[in-house]
């Protein structure tokens, strides 16, 4: 049976921490695919695992972009907080938190010129 957050029994700082947790682990997910989406890149094995991960960074950025740059589970954590921290909702570093979307999108477009690179030569 699936629950929404707001049916579990908890406090809320309790479901702000349930929510930091799932946050994390996806963030950490998408880091994982674009470790291996480099990987594919610098070693020419370009193959459907890679396409699939582009596809799925491409959904996230869709994602973000219908609203306006700010994730789910922040949105669903501003419940819980009146946190101003840029972290409030993720375990990660306030400053990471901060240019988390900067950072991975200029990752994100040097793999893209790698890919180019490598495909030109």
């Known amino acids: 049976m699936l629950y929404t957050i707001n049916e579990i029994k908890m406090t809320g700082t309790q479901k702000l921490i349930l929510i930091k947790i799932i946050h994390t682990a996806i963030w950490s997910f998408f880091n994982l695919i674009l470790v291996y989406l480099f990987y594919a890149s610098l070693t020419d094995s370009?193959?459907?695992?890679?396409?699939?991960?582009?596809?799925?960074?491409?959904?996230?950025?869709?994602?973000?972009?219908?609203?306006?740059?700010?994730?789910?589970?922040?949105?669903l954590a501003r419940r819980y907080s009146k946190s101003k921290k840029e972290n409030f909702d993720i375990y990660l570093p306030n400053w990471l938190a901060?240019?988390?979307?900067?950072?991975?999108?200029?990752?994100?477009?040097?793999?893209?010129?790698?890919?180019?690179?490598?495909?030109?030569?």
């Open 98 to 121: 901060k240019y988390n979307k900067l950072i991975y999108s200029i990752l994100f477009f040097t793999l893209v010129v790698i890919y180019v690179y490598k495909i030109w030569q």
């Open 46 to 75: 370009i193959d459907y695992k890679f396409w699939i991960g582009i596809g799925i960074i491409i959904l996230e950025v869709i994602l973000l972009v219908t609203l306006k740059w700010v994730c789910p589970l922040t949105y």
